[in-house]
């Protein structure tokens, strides 16, 4: 990242109101076509080039312009009453490491290292300034180290050799598909500036990959990008040609699908707010992981609104970007709306660490990436985090939950991570798995304790503005960073894997003393819920006077096994009918039964398990409930299994009225694949196999459109499947 020194002191009053006050529909100011496009040969066969050290970079920072803004005039110096700040450390165990392995190193010799990375069903890729590497999920390279121009080798322009910076790299789950980013400055601090996208032709990241450049006038400082269905997203500040004055921020979106299809005239349609006076300030684009939002949804901007800054009240600042490609005029960023916010003040002279009179950044004047989005049906929600002054300059994380049902999007949560033991969080980055839980990763650094990467977590019912977790270590710094800069950062991630349970976190830390001496470290981890990860699968069938009580999980941490609860429908008396072993840990799919052989034909009876770990913890499941004969009370659609597959799965569902239905598989296009069903069936459990031999490796969707005959009920649910071949 090119840094901008913004300083500011930011206080957030939190008041309840909600606001579309001054709105604005901007339309693109451009639309662009790359200046070149070409397909790489397969990157396993592309030679690597070495990092070396960036000789071209003084003082070995990233291009550094000190940005003090001139709207900043009046700054509320004022520490303001955090009005949800956890002060104490959370309780609940688990949340245990699964990998936890050396990311790249400086080799470039520069600083900050912007580290981020995202994971795949079978890769991890990390990008820092300027290198990457690829991995195994066990943490086995297969790929690099190697100098970030790697993947733009041969590819001919002014941006040939260079790996200036600000790198992002994301997983499209909804595509399987890889997309890098990086930004090309090769006349700075003049124009013309470059971003140069790459986006792999398939699911490996080490096959071929097409590649585009893009060209800007004023420099496009700091991009973050999000994947969404009809599009790429990108946020970024710009910064004048020649001067480096602060021109405002810039937002674009670049056709997704287009660029997927490898097509050369791939275009990117950009947005400018060209005062720079009121311009927002490091907007963060939606990023969107599981189940794609509904159809037509907006992707969502947001960007901290600092009161000392900008007068009003502190806010989060919420834009929708309606992307059109058949007509860009049509194409309308609009907002914002105001969620005004609990209060806070931003940091006043960095962060302390041992030995060292040097502070460290803490780039509390914007949201820290990334703003990840999660559709989980009857609601939406997102998740992002940001740098305050926890109390006499100390640092904390405070972190946000967005919720939207029906109506406008609103914060459900929101708290200051910050317990009181004397050290400075900061530099954080937050995200959700698919169940709703929260994992939310940092740094930790004091005047006693090194630069150190941790993390905590809460579970999705677990009491609100909670981080409910103890804290853990994932490393532990042995030495101080020196260089005069205080250059940290400037961002990391929290990513998911395509499980839907699994967190990834990439941040940096100091092992030896030097100006220069960062590390990044990758770790994976899950936080437990209901049985130890998540029950994938938790049902009934009935003969006669039995039932068959059947789950499955997805993975296991500690865990001692099940007992099996069952009450009569009709009361709450839960009592105990048996007992049934778990694995302790485990990382692949695990099925479990239990067979009840006393209950009444035309009675009602409840089941739930309580899940136990061996540390004495325990949490229940949701409650089924059958009857003495297998006459299922509801719709459902459960998850196929296996998943992944190779090449067949099944997929079970059931019937409560004879109805119509109709099984369908659909491509990450939206395109009927294979229908599987279309008949009158039966009240019921019922299963259909699905053979996937004739279609390639990704994602893939299957929906049921059940219609009771009598026309008096309707079902409609889609679930996510994987093909890896």
């Given at each position: 990242?090119?840094?901008?020194?913004?300083?500011?002191?930011?206080?957030?009053?939190?008041?309840?109101?909600?606001?579309?006050?001054?709105?604005?529909?901007?339309?693109?100011?451009?639309?662009?076509?790359?200046?070149?496009?070409?397909?790489?040969?397969?990157?396993?066969?592309?030679?690597?080039?070495?990092?070396?050290?960036?000789?071209?970079?003084?003082?070995?920072?990233?291009?550094?312009?000190?940005?003090?803004?001139?709207?900043?005039?009046?700054?509320?110096?004022?520490?303001?009453?955090?009005?949800?700040?956890?002060?104490?450390?959370?309780?609940?165990?688990?949340?245990?490491?699964?990998?936890?392995?050396?990311?790249?190193?400086?080799?470039?010799?520069?600083?900050?290292?912007?580290?981020?990375?995202?994971?795949?069903?079978?890769?991890?890729?990390?990008?820092?300034?300027?290198?990457?590497?690829?991995?195994?999920?066990?943490?086995?390279?297969?790929?690099?180290?190697?100098?970030?121009?790697?993947?733009?080798?041969?590819?001919?322009?002014?941006?040939?050799?260079?790996?200036?910076?600000?790198?992002?790299?994301?997983?499209?789950?909804?595509?399987?598909?890889?997309?890098?980013?990086?930004?090309?400055?090769?006349?700075?601090?003049?124009?013309?500036?470059?971003?140069?996208?790459?986006?792999?032709?398939?699911?490996?990241?080490?096959?071929?990959?097409?590649?585009?450049?893009?060209?800007?006038?004023?420099?496009?400082?700091?991009?973050?990008?999000?994947?969404?269905?009809?599009?790429?997203?990108?946020?970024?500040?710009?910064?004048?040609?020649?001067?480096?004055?602060?021109?405002?921020?810039?937002?674009?979106?670049?056709?997704?699908?287009?660029?997927?299809?490898?097509?050369?005239?791939?275009?990117?349609?950009?947005?400018?707010?060209?005062?720079?006076?009121?311009?927002?300030?490091?907007?963060?684009?939606?990023?969107?992981?599981?189940?794609?939002?509904?159809?037509?949804?907006?992707?969502?901007?947001?960007?901290?609104?600092?009161?000392?800054?900008?007068?009003?009240?502190?806010?989060?600042?919420?834009?929708?970007?309606?992307?059109?490609?058949?007509?860009?005029?049509?194409?309308?960023?609009?907002?914002?709306?105001?969620?005004?916010?609990?209060?806070?003040?931003?940091?006043?002279?960095?962060?302390?660490?041992?030995?060292?009179?040097?502070?460290?950044d803490d780039l509390s004047d914007r949201l820290m990436n990334r703003l990840q989005y999660r559709n989980f049906g009857t609601y939406q929600a997102m998740v992002t985090s940001q740098t305050v002054n926890a109390?006499?300059?100390?640092?904390?994380?405070?972190?946000?939950?967005?919720?939207?049902?029906?109506?406008?999007?609103?914060?459900?949560?929101?708290?200051?991570?910050?317990?009181?033991?004397?050290?400075?969080?900061?530099m954080s980055s937050i995200a959700m798995d698919s169940v709703g839980n929260i994992a939310l990763g940092y740094s930790v650094s004091s005047s006693t304790v090194y630069p150190s990467i941790r993390f905590t977590?809460?579970?999705?019912?677990?009491?609100?503005?909670?981080?409910?977790?103890?804290?853990?270590?994932?490393?532990?710094?042995?030495?101080?960073?020196?260089?005069?800069?205080?250059?940290?950062?400037?961002?990391?991630?929290?990513?998911?894997?395509?499980?839907?349970?699994?967190?990834?976190?990439?941040?940096?830390?100091?092992?030896?003393?030097?100006?220069?001496?960062?590390?990044?470290?990758?770790?994976?981890?899950?936080?437990?819920?209901?049985?130890?990860?998540?029950?994938?699968?938790?049902?009934?069938?009935?003969?006669?006077?039995?039932?068959?009580?059947?789950?499955?999980?997805?993975?296991?941490?500690?865990?001692?096994?099940?007992?099996?609860?069952?009450?009569?429908?009709?009361?709450?008396?839960?009592?105990?009918?048996?007992?049934?072993?778990?694995?302790?840990?485990?990382?692949?799919?695990?099925?479990?039964?239990?067979?009840?052989?006393?209950?009444?034909?035309?009675?009602?009876?409840?089941?739930?398990?309580?899940?136990?770990?061996?540390?004495?913890?325990?949490?229940?499941?949701?409650?089924?409930?059958?009857?003495?004969?297998?006459?299922?009370?509801?719709?459902?659609?459960?998850?196929?299994?296996?998943?992944?597959?190779?090449?067949?799965?099944?997929?079970?569902?059931?019937?409560?009225?004879?109805?119509?239905?109709?099984?369908?598989?659909?491509?990450?296009?939206?395109?009927?694949?294979?229908?599987?069903?279309?008949?009158?069936?039966?009240?019921?459990?019922?299963?259909?196999?699905?053979?996937?031999?004739?279609?390639?490796?990704?994602?893939?969707?299957?929906?049921?459109?059940?219609?009771?005959?009598?026309?008096?009920?309707?079902?409609?649910?889609?679930?996510?499947?994987?093909?890896?071949?």
């Amino acid at each position: 990242m090119t840094k901008f020194y913004y300083v500011v002191i930011v206080c957030l009053t939190f008041c309840i109101n909600i606001s579309m006050a001054q709105t604005k529909v901007l339309h693109p100011t451009e639309v662009k076509t790359p200046l070149l496009m070409d397909k790489s040969a397969a990157l396993r066969d592309i030679p690597g080039i070495p990092s070396k050290p960036r000789v071209d970079r003084k003082d070995n920072v990233i291009p550094n312009h000190k940005y003090y803004p001139p709207r900043n005039t009046a700054v509320d110096t004022t520490v303001k009453t955090d009005q949800a700040q956890q002060v104490k450390f959370g309780e609940k165990l688990g949340g245990d490491i699964i990998q936890n392995f050396n990311g790249v190193a400086n080799r470039n010799y520069v600083y900050p290292p912007d580290p981020n990375g995202d994971v795949s069903a079978t890769h991890y890729f990390e990008t820092v300034n300027c290198s990457f590497q690829i991995w195994n999920k066990t943490g086995t390279s297969l790929y690099g180290p190697y100098d970030l121009s790697t993947l733009w080798q041969n590819f001919p322009g002014p941006w040939a050799g260079l790996s200036d910076g600000d790198p992002i790299v994301i997983y499209d789950d909804i595509a399987n598909r890889w997309f890098v980013s990086q930004f090309a400055l090769p006349n700075y601090p003049n124009g013309p500036f470059y971003q140069l996208v790459a986006v792999s032709a398939t699911s490996d990241p080490l096959g071929s990959w097409y590649r585009y450049a893009y060209s800007f006038t004023n420099m496009n400082d700091y991009p973050k990008f999000g994947v969404w269905p009809d599009g790429y997203y990108m946020s970024t500040n710009m910064f004048t040609t020649g001067s480096l004055n602060y021109a405002g921020s810039a937002v674009a979106v670049w056709d997704r699908a287009s660029m997927l299809a490898g097509s050369s005239t791939a275009r990117v349609q950009v947005v400018y707010f060209t005062n720079a006076n009121t311009s927002p300030w490091s907007f963060l684009p939606s990023d969107c992981d599981g189940t794609p939002p509904p159809a037509g949804t907006p992707n969502y901007f947001i960007w901290s609104k600092d009161n000392a800054s900008y007068g009003g009240n502190d806010q989060l600042q919420i834009y929708e970007f309606h992307v059109n490609w058949a007509d860009s005029t049509q194409t309308t960023f609009t907002g914002p709306l105001s969620l005004d916010v609990n209060s806070f003040t931003t940091m006043p002279t960095g962060v302390a660490q041992p030995s060292t009179t040097v502070k460290l950044d803490d780039l509390s004047d914007r949201l820290m990436n990334r703003l990840q989005y999660r559709n989980f049906g009857t609601y939406q929600a997102m998740v992002t985090s940001q740098t305050v002054n926890a109390g006499s300059g100390r640092a904390g994380v405070r972190w946000y939950q967005l919720k939207k049902t029906t109506g406008s999007w609103s914060i459900s949560q929101q708290a200051t991570y910050a317990p009181a033991d004397g050290l400075n969080r900061w530099m954080s980055s937050i995200a959700m798995d698919s169940v709703g839980n929260i994992a939310l990763g940092y740094s930790v650094s004091s005047s006693t304790v090194y630069p150190s990467i941790r993390f905590t977590g809460r579970l999705v019912n677990d009491t609100l503005n909670t981080m409910s977790f103890t804290e853990k270590t994932i490393i532990a710094g042995t030495g101080s960073q020196t260089g005069t800069d205080a250059r940290w950062g400037d961002y990391n991630s929290m990513s998911i894997d395509p499980d839907g349970l699994t967190f990834w976190y990439c941040n940096q830390y100091v092992q030896t003393t030097g100006a220069t001496a960062w590390k990044t470290r990758i770790a994976s981890f899950q936080l437990n819920s209901v049985v130890p990860v998540e029950l994938t699968t938790f049902s009934a069938s009935l003969n006669n006077n039995t039932a068959a009580l059947n789950w499955k999980t997805a993975t296991e941490t500690n865990n001692r096994g099940f007992e099996v609860e069952r009450a009569d429908a009709s009361n709450d008396n839960w009592q105990k009918i048996g007992f049934v072993p778990g694995t302790g840990t485990s990382t692949v799919v695990r099925e479990y039964s239990f067979v009840d052989n006393s209950i009444k034909t035309g009675s009602k009876y409840s089941y739930r398990l309580k899940q136990m770990d061996f540390d004495g913890e325990f949490h229940y499941s949701n409650v089924i409930e059958v009857e003495g004969k297998y006459l299922p009370r509801t719709y459902s659609l459960e998850q196929n299994y296996p998943n992944p597959f190779n090449p067949s799965t099944v997929i079970k569902y059931a019937v409560p009225f004879e109805s119509n239905v109709k099984l369908t598989i659909y491509n990450t296009l939206g395109e009927a694949v294979k229908v599987l069903s279309n008949a009158v069936q039966t009240q019921g459990a019922h299963e259909v196999t699905f053979n996937a031999s004739g279609l390639s490796s990704g994602i893939y969707f299957y929906t049921i459109n059940a219609n009771s005959v009598d026309g008096k009920s309707s079902f409609t649910s889609t679930r996510k499947m994987m093909l890896v071949k």
